[in-house]
């Protein structure tokens, strides 16, 4: 078994990560600018603690992303984790399907990352995947919170479980490096709208939902479903599963 570094290994995607390398048998490492957070402190965005974080380990799981600052830190962070990765025999980046399709400004970001590393020495793994359960049901969790909440139905997409991803990723990193790995997907594709209804009958909120018109190349992406791949139906666990289960906890708490 080896040593593997994850880096943002207390979110969503990271715990499920983190618990599947620990089952099995790899030593993990959990990278966190707060103490006690993770096994090791330090900065991605100032490099602050990242050597000492990376010094031993064999692999290193890139699972880190400020999606608050739409991924503004993000080019920084990689950067700065490339330049203290050279002794890695693997590094696995997790990125998202259709970012060079959709001209999100966070999947620019996703894009230039993916970028730095395919131009680095460090030998990698890309696995892109589509958006996760989670992601939705914060999306839906906030529109509870209005009266009527305005939704775009007829955006499409593939939702894929974290455990799943999770798994994909942990057998991807003990392997040879790929360059750029299968993307990987949910079992099924579902309009926002259907997803919406399945929401709504297990919670009964949003009480009333409007169709919103969106327009522009990101609307017309997710329409389209650059963010799909329905050709590799990966992910085991539908969305009426998440919903039954796991609804009611706070993204970024399982």
């Keep these: 078994m080896s040593t ?41 965005t100032t490099g602050e603690g990242v050597r000492a974080a990376v010094d031993g380990a064999e692999l290193i799981v890139h699972a880190a992303s400020d999606t608050r600052r739409v991924g503004k830190p993000d080019v920084a962070q990689t950067r700065n984790l490339l330049a203290a990765s050279g002794t890695v025999r693997h590094l696995l980046y997790v990125s998202i399907v259709g970012i060079d399709r959709i001209p999100m400004r966070y999947y620019r970001n996703k894009l230039a990352c993916e970028n730095l590393i395919t131009g680095s020495l460090v030998p990698h ?50 392997g040879d490096p790929l360059g750029r790995a299968p993307d ?25 939902v409007v169709r919103i018109p969106l327009w522009g190349r990101v609307a017309r992406g997710l329409r389209a479903g650059y963010n799909l791949c329905p050709e590799q139906r990966d992910g085991v666990r539908t969305w009426g599963e998440f919903v039954a289960s796991d609804a009611g906890a706070p993204y970024g708490r399982r």
């Design 184 to 208: 990987m997907g949910g079992p099924e594709v579902l309009t926002f709208g259907e997803m919406t209804e399945v929401w709504r009958a297990r919670r009964g909120k949003p009480r009333r």
């Design 4 to 44: 593997v570094l994850v880096t943002g290994g207390t979110g969503a995607l990271g715990k499920r990560i983190v618990e599947r390398l620990r089952v099995q048998g790899h030593e993990v490492r959990v990278l966190s600018r707060r103490e006690g957070a993770g096994t090791h402190v330090g900065d991605l």
């Design 125 to 174: 793994t890309i696995l892109r995947a589509t958006q996760f359960h989670d992601l939705i049901a914060a999306g839906l969790r906030a529109a509870e919170r209005l009266p009527i909440a305005p939704l775009p139905p007829d955006f499409r997409f593939q939702p894929v479980a974290t455990e799943d991803v999770a798994l994909r990723i942990a057998d991807l990193i003990a």
